[in-house]
């Protein structure tokens, strides 16, 4: 069993930065892939970016289009921890934002494919 819990969520206008953090529980975070989803009132959960570990230094992350160039995944496996760094934040990135694992360590974009979610935390940008 994994546990995640998301933090740094908050109410912030547009064009400020946020920093998510998800802290996992277990001996075997830096297997897993780690993915950020979100969920806007009224609309369906959605992808935000993934990370993997490859080895060493190298990591493998994915992106949104809606989040490009804007938001930065990382992970410190040391400390079980997964990052979202959110910039230039803008009112359609409200949402309630979870972090979930996947136990294979393949990426991916796909909601089914993670097995441990968190419990979310909420962001609200305002204009």
């Known amino acids: 069993q994994v546990q995640l819990v998301e933090s740094g969520g908050g109410s912030v206008q547009t064009g400020a930065s946020l920093r998510l953090s998800c802290a996992a529980s277990?001996?075997?975070?830096?297997?897993?892939?780690m993915g950020w989803f979100r969920q806007a009132p009224g609309k369906e959960r959605e992808f935000v970016s993934s990370?993997?570990?490859?080895?060493?230094?190298?990591?493998?992350?994915d992106y949104a289009d809606s989040v490009k160039g804007r938001f930065t995944i990382s992970r410190d496996n040391a400390k079980n921890t997964v990052y979202l760094q959110m910039n230039s934040l803008e009112p359609e990135d409200t949402a309630v934002y979870y972090c979930?694992?996947?136990?294979?360590?393949?990426?991916?974009?796909?909601?089914?494919?993670?097995?441990?979610w968190g419990q979310g935390t909420q962001v609200t940008v305002s204009s």
């Open positions: 979930a694992a996947e136990i294979l360590g393949e990426p991916a974009a796909t909601l089914r494919r993670y097995t441990y």
């Open positions: 277990g001996r075997t975070f830096s297997r897993y892939a």
């Open positions: 990370i993997s570990w490859i080895g060493g230094i190298t990591y493998y992350a």
